[in-house]
């Protein structure tokens, strides 16, 4: 049987992750269409000191990434946040599917009792179980950036509902 770390967590960044692909590609499309330029989109926010649609994106794939690796104890791979066009971030999107996609879920056996360090070294370092990790940390930090992502896009003007959000289940 798959861990519950692995099911709460591996296929539920896969879905929302090919949704936020799709949702970019229909803004790339809207943003041709419409004559609108790119970075118009790629920079919008909805309040001044939140990060943009661009930032958002990164973000995301960050956590999708970075949860996983540290549930399963792989080395996180890095990747620089320099995206700055739709096709660019979709390729980020594809990276971090690749990574996350690649790991064998047998190594997140045991992970809901793993010790997770949040920013070591500081003094603000935090220690959490996997399961405290994934669950209260983990999950709502790369929801709440999958959907600022939308809201942005929507906000926008772009086209998108729930069944993009929510993308294939």
């Not at 320099?82 to 992970?111: C, T």
Request: hydrophobic residues 45%.
């Amino acid at each position: 049987m798959t861990d519950f770390m692995y099911t709460a967590s591996v296929p539920v960044f896969k879905q929302m992750l090919d949704a936020l692909a799709e949702i970019l590609a229909k803004t790339e499309a809207h943003a041709t269409e419409k004559k609108i330029e790119p970075s118009a989109l790629l920079n919008a926010r909805l309040f001044p000191d939140m990060f943009p649609l661009r930032k958002q994106v990164q973000i995301a794939c960050d956590f999708a990434r970075g949860i996983s690796a540290r549930l399963a104890e792989v080395e996180l791979p890095v990747h620089e946040d320099h995206e700055p066009m739709f096709d660019e971030l979709r390729a980020l999107i594809a990276k971090s599917l690749a990574f996350i996609g690649g790991i064998d879920a047998v190594k997140f056996d045991g992970s809901a009792s793993r010790e997770i360090v949040l920013r070591p070294g500081t003094p603000k370092e935090k220690k959490l179980s996997g399961q405290a990790y994934l669950l209260s940390y983990g999950l709502p930090q790369f929801f709440f950036h999958i959907s600022a992502a939308y809201m942005v896009l929507r906000h926008s003007g772009i086209e998108i509902g729930k069944r993009d959000y929510m993308g294939t289940y």
